[in-house]
């Protein structure tokens, strides 16, 4: 059979780089490694592991059921372990622990971890740990937050759940908070079970067996009314965020279950996590695969070659898919959903998680240009790894979805996708509804007056505010939107004066970069400014930005632009450059804001159901 080896001298050397790295690491990714070498072992019967979560120093049933089982056990039968996560736990533990205790950062605990048929634990797990099918996972919580943040629950905690089979609690109303607060109701197939001190018995064991081989066959816990969908984000919220909050806003929460799975986010995108729909449970993917060396240095080889190899199709069937498999399982366990979406830039990574992800239907939402995302590969290699992305969607998706039927033709035209693989609906990505008027939006700089876009915190902890300027009181103010070759042709309509006239105030939405000098002395237009279109629609306060104006300029084809929706639903003037005119439009994409919502609801129910 053949193998990486056969890639030669580029493999060899990357190999040889990579092992040199890694034997020097520490941390997440090392400690997955040592853990991934030992996975494929069998299962030792009636091995015991007790996990000491740092958290659980004050966890009295957790404590007591290690009493329990050491009145039975002998050092010497080795089939007992106490696993704790820092020396501080081990002078907490009584003397009689001690000969079992094996601290966490040693090869043998992770042995024992991978090994042991049941793993007893309190608030937490290993970060690397992946429930094999024998294994059976016992969680006794000793305090359940109520309300906790979203980002303390994705940071591991959502994931840890997912690798458990029964999970017990204090009170009832802890059990109604895990499945309520912390989103497991629908998701997590074992029990969640309240228990008090007087009901932990010795000699347990057995009754935990089979309670919990009950519960597999009845998955009585699964609700099964409403479909499961896995958002992917490779690039941030910052970037993708908008995107994600259309998806998410436009799914009725009663019908859709939706999870949303990233990298951990940055502190500047506390803003744009807080503000997403409260119905979305997160995961951050924290630490990687949790694998042998070996087979960690195949797959980190493939995700950083995958843009530069001559057969792509060919090095693909090298990625170990039961590696891809386990780490979709170390994130969100054994759910399969209804439907997994990629939103995010041209990387390797996350499409190939997606590839693992038990699903019905895969999805890449492809909210970009790609004729102009060629454009900007200058060199041949650039090009190469473009194309390269391409293809790699294409043996993963099953579907790629376009902003616009245009978009799709022309993707299918420039072979970057094949046509059976291209699907399109208009989704304005945008707050298109109009907010309530805020005087509080203008604020003074330098002698002018400006609109506020948003506030946000930077890297470094410091308040920044996104300023767009305001047209001229005095003038009759439009904004045009569309790309560089048609705001050309605009301009030119205005200059002949056949429609509108020169002597008003002329915002242009920017998406490529413009020479405003340059147009204004071209076009003779005085009053011209350029803003960031981006800047603009994931502006929260773009409705009240566009209320200075007059109305909205914007090529045919961008029928659905939230910014020319957003002016509809203001009552604004709507423009349209077809034909080689400007036309003065009467019909409205929406007669409602229930029309709209109603249409994307709608449309992503057609996109993720479809078969």
């Known amino acids: 059979m053949e193998s990486l080896n056969s890639f030669k001298d580029v ?15 520490k941390g997440r990714i090392k400690d997955g490694i040592i853990y991934g070498e030992y996975y494929d072992l069998p299962i030792t019967k009636n091995k015991i592991v007790y996990y000491f979560h740092q958290e659980d120093r004050q966890n009295p049933v957790f404590r007591m059921m290690a009493d ?6 002998k050092e010497k039968e080795k089939s007992f372990f106490i696993i704790i996560s820092n020396k501080v736990q081990k002078e907490v533990l009584p003397a009689k622990y001690r000969s079992f205790i094996l601290e966490e950062n040693r090869r043998e605990a992770k ?6 048929e049941f793993i007893i634990a309190g608030n937490g797990l290993p970060k690397y740990f992946v429930k094999k099918k024998q294994q059976m996972v016992i969680r006794f919580l000793s305090f359940v937050k109520e309300k906790p943040g979203r980002s303390w629950l994705a940071q591991n905690r959502i994931s840890w759940f997912m690798n458990s089979s029964l999970i017990f609690v204090e009170t009832e109303e802890e059990k109604r908070i895990l499945e309520r607060d912390y989103q497991l109701k629908g998701l997590f197939e074992g029990e969640i079970a309240a228990i008090s001190e007087n009901q932990i018995k010795k000699n347990w064991i057995p009754e935990l ?5 009950e519960n597999d066959k009845q998955s009585a816990n699964l609700d099964i009314s409403r479909k499961k969908i896995l958002i992917l984000n490779g690039q941030g919220m910052r970037e993708e965020g908008k995107m994600i909050g259309v998806i998410a806003d436009s799914l009725d929460s009663r019908q859709y279950d939706i999870t949303l799975a990233m990298k951990k986010a940055a502190n500047i995108e506390d803003e744009e996590i807080n503000n997403l729909n409260s119905n979305v449970r997160l995961i951050y993917r924290e630490g990687s695969f949790s694998c042998s060396m070996e087979e960690y240095i195949d797959i980190q080889y493939l995700l950083k070659n995958f843009h530069a190899f001559e057969d792509l199709e ?13 780490e979709c399982r170390r994130l969100w366990g054994n759910v399969e959903f209804d439907a997994v979406i990629y939103v995010g830039n041209h990387s390797a990574v996350w499409p190939v998680i997606a ?11 492809e909210s970009r240009n790609l004729e102009q995302e060629e454009q900007r590969c200058q060199t041949k290699n650039k090009k190469k790894s473009f194309l390269n992305m391409m293809q790699l969607y294409q043996l993963i998706f099953d579907k790629i979805i376009f902003p616009s039927k245009s978009d799709m033709i022309q993707a299918i035209k420039r072979h970057f996708i094949m046509k059976g693989k291209g699907e399109h609906f208009y989704y304005p990505a945008g707050n298109v509804i109009p907010e309530q008027e805020d005087s509080n939006n203008l604020i003074w700089y330098q002698k002018d007056q400006f609109f506020v876009a948003s506030e946000k915190i930077s890297a470094c902890g410091r308040g920044q505010i996104e300023l767009l300027p305001l047209p001229n ?3 009759k103010a439009y904004i045009i939107d569309g790309d560089l070759h048609c705001i050309e042709e605009i301009l030119k309509e205005i200059q002949r004066g056949t429609l509108l006239n020169q002597d008003m105030d002329l915002t242009i939405c920017a998406v490529e970069r413009y020479d405003s000098k340059r147009l204004k002395e071209k076009y003779q237009i005085n009053y011209l400014k350029i803003i960031d279109r981006d800047m603009l629609t994931s502006s929260p306060f773009m409705s009240g930005y566009l209320r200075y104006f007059e109305g909205c300029i914007a090529a045919a084809e961008w029928k659905f632009s939230p910014i020319r929706i957003s002016m509809e639903f203001l009552g604004k003037e709507i423009l349209v450059y077809k034909n080689q005119k400007l036309i003065r439009q009467d019909e409205k994409c929406f007669n409602s804001e229930q029309d709209y919502l109603s249409y994307m609801e709608k449309s992503w129910e057609e996109i993720l159901m479809k078969k």
């Open 11 to 25: 493999y060899s050397d990357f190999k040889t780089d990579l092992e040199n790295k890694m034997s020097q690491r």
């Open 68 to 73: 329990y089982m050491l009145s039975d056990m």
């Open 111 to 116: 042995e024992a971890v991978a090994c042991a």
């Open 209 to 213: 067996r089979r309670r919990i081989s």
């Open 314 to 326: 060919r090095a693909y069937k090298f990625l170990n898919q039961r590696i891809v498999q386990r």
């Open 355 to 365: 590839g693992g992800v038990k699903a019905k239907k895969k999805i890449r939402i």
């Open 473 to 475: 009181e005095k003038k």
